[in-house]
């Protein structure tokens, strides 16, 4: 088994230890670290909503970078900062976007906090990439 870490600079360095994903060949299996909203400028949106959006947007860049896309994603977990339920449409409007069909396993968790205290929205990911 070869591990590639996979770090594009299209999106935020890490700010931590951790890889952005890690490809791994002879099982095909790419493991997404926690992608949050930080957009490519190091500026962070406030809400929920925007926050989901552009960290979703950071996935796909990371994907792409992998050789893979959002299609290729078989199991999600996700953590929100604030109650999901009040934003519950605006949310799914924006998966909807990213995941149209052939939906990803899902977990979906509200947390007490993040690192950061400005952070409302992470998400990470197991994909199964094309040989």
């Given at each position: 088994?070869?591990?590639?870490f996979i ?6 360095a890490?700010?931590w230890?951790f890889s ?8 095909s ?7 949050i ?18 960290a979703f947007?950071n ?6 970078a992998?050789?893979g ?5 078989v199991?999600v977990?996700?953590?929100v ?12 409007e924006?998966?909807?976007?990213f995941?149209p ?29 094309p040989?």
């Amino acid at each position: 088994m070869h591990k590639t870490f996979i770090s594009p600079t299209s999106i935020y360095a890490p700010t931590w230890d951790f890889s952005q994903a890690i490809k791994v060949t002879g099982g095909s299996l790419l493991f997404v670290s926690g992608i949050i909203g930080y957009r490519p400028d190091g500026t962070m949106p406030r809400g929920l909503v925007d926050q989901a959006e552009v960290a979703f947007e950071n996935l796909q860049q990371v994907l792409a970078a992998a050789g893979g896309a959002m299609a290729d994603i078989v199991k999600v977990n996700v953590f929100v900062g604030e109650d999901y339920r009040l934003h519950r449409d605006e949310m799914r409007e924006v998966r909807s976007r990213f995941f149209p069909r052939d939906f990803p396993v899902s977990t979906l968790v509200q947390v007490a906090g993040f690192a950061n205290p400005d952070y409302l929205f992470e998400i990470e990911a197991i994909a199964a990439l094309p040989a």
